[in-house]
């Protein structure tokens, strides 16, 4: 079962302006991570947020997640032509073994230069 | 170099033969996970294990067998191919999931699995 989905599922941008991808899930959950995969690549763990955190900074990736609307979004600002790659959130849900991630079906970010 | 690294990058087979994809960590993380990747379902996973001879079902096992005996590796092995396993499957590692904070995985760069 895919238990999160991101929104949109693509995205196109300029360098220099902001991204913002939103994830949404459905049953409770431990954290949420979002990963980035490059073509051809495997996935890269970007930010892991647990369930009693609200908000996480990494350079210039911000995450929030509002645990009673069961959604997540990242925001990557400044964007760069390096940032074009698939993101993913995956979660962590309370329901089963802890580690066992569900991952959405990714947003494809192309950012031109 | 520390890491995770899977093989064969790229495989072709036939219906019906059995083919083995192997993953090796340096870390010494205690979980290990096999997922595959297809176009509209993001990444699923098949099997995982928790310490060297203890693995589990996933969400997607059926036609998969793995094994642990190491570690460092497991294996992914498809019995019987069949088209519909045509896929990328990846391995991934995390250090032991032991509280609600979670871990998170590092992933191999995959193996392009063809079935004709």
């Known amino acids: 079962s895919q238990q999160g989905e991101e929104d949109p599922q693509a995205l196109s941008i300029q360098e220099g302006e902001n991204a913002t991808m939103n994830c949404s899930y459905k049953?409770?959950?431990?954290?949420l991570q979002w990963y980035r995969q490059n073509s051809g690549r495997g996935l890269v763990h970007l930010i892991l947020?647990?369930?009693?955190?609200r908000e996480k900074h990494s350079g210039r990736l911000r995450v929030t997640l509002d645990t009673s609307k069961k959604s997540s979004s990242l925001l990557i600002t400044a964007s760069r032509a390096a940032d074009t790659a698939s993101y993913f959130c995956?979660?962590?849900?309370?329901?089963?073994?802890?580690?066992?991630?569900?991952f959405g079906a990714g947003t494809q970010v192309v950012v031109t230069p | 170099d520390a890491g995770i690294t899977q093989s064969p990058r790229y495989k072709i087979t036939e219906t019906g033969r059995q083919v083995t994809l192997m993953c090796h960590q340096t870390?010494?993380?205690?979980?290990m996970f096999w997922y595959r990747q297809d176009l509209g379902h993001g990444l699923r996973l098949i099997y995982y294990?928790?310490?060297?001879?203890?693995?589990d079902k996933g969400e997607v096992p059926d036609g998969y067998v793995v094994s642990r005996s190491k570690t460092e590796n497991f294996p992914l092995t498809l019995e019987s191919a069949t088209r519909s396993q045509t896929s990328v499957y990846f391995c991934a590692s995390s250090e032991s999931v032991t509280s609600r904070g979670g871990q998170p995985q590092h992933f191999g760069d995959g193996t392009r699995l063809s079935i004709l």
């Open positions: 049953t409770s959950i431990n954290n």
């Open positions: 947020i647990r369930s009693n955190e």
């Open positions: 870390w010494s993380h205690s979980y």
């Open positions: 294990s928790a310490a060297a001879d203890i693995t």
């Open positions: 995956a979660t962590d849900p309370t329901t089963d073994s802890w580690g066992k991630l569900q």
